[in-house]
């Protein structure tokens, strides 16, 4: 017995660094007119739009950063053959799907508020990447969640992981999410 608790606490020691530095990915909303293949027809084969406000990590200058955020997105994109972009199409599309990543979003800041534009921070903490991610169409919200991981540079393994996690969880591909299911799940 007592070989099998030691063999028991061995394991544990041995995943704890691995959750340490698993993301973690908050509550998921879907509006009732979330539709995956809106997001599939709007994206597949042409560029999508990320607008990222604030600074993911704060040891680097902002426009490095997102310079070396887009690649790992990129790597980590959702199942249509899209092309992260941050620049905004000329003439303006409508709609105009687009993901706003927050980093070190305010308490208080909506979803809404977000794809009107606006955003506000909260002090951040060093080494931890905090996500609040909004897809948009036009003014409203389509989906949005949260994600956090440690991570000090944008090359950090966890990053990319966060991305294949947080990119499920936005554009969710259920047929229960679809609008003509009659089954939400927020």
Known sequence: MRSMIKLAAGVVALLMPLAA?????GGAFYATQYDYRDFWAATDGKDFRVILAGNAFPT?????????????????KPRPALTFTYQKPVPELRPDYRLVLVFDAANDLNGDRVCQGETRFKPGTPGLLNIFAVYCRNDMVMSMTTARTPAALPEDRNVDQ????????????????????????N
């Open 21 to 25: 530095g698993a993301a973690t990915i």
């Open 60 to 76: 680097l200058p902002e426009d490095d950063a997102a310079q070396r955020l887009l690649p790992v997105m990129q790597v980590a």
């Open 162 to 185: 966060l991305f294949r996690e947080l990119f499920m969880v936005v554009f969710n591909d259920s047929q229960t999410l679809r609008p003509q299911s009659g089954t939400r799940r």
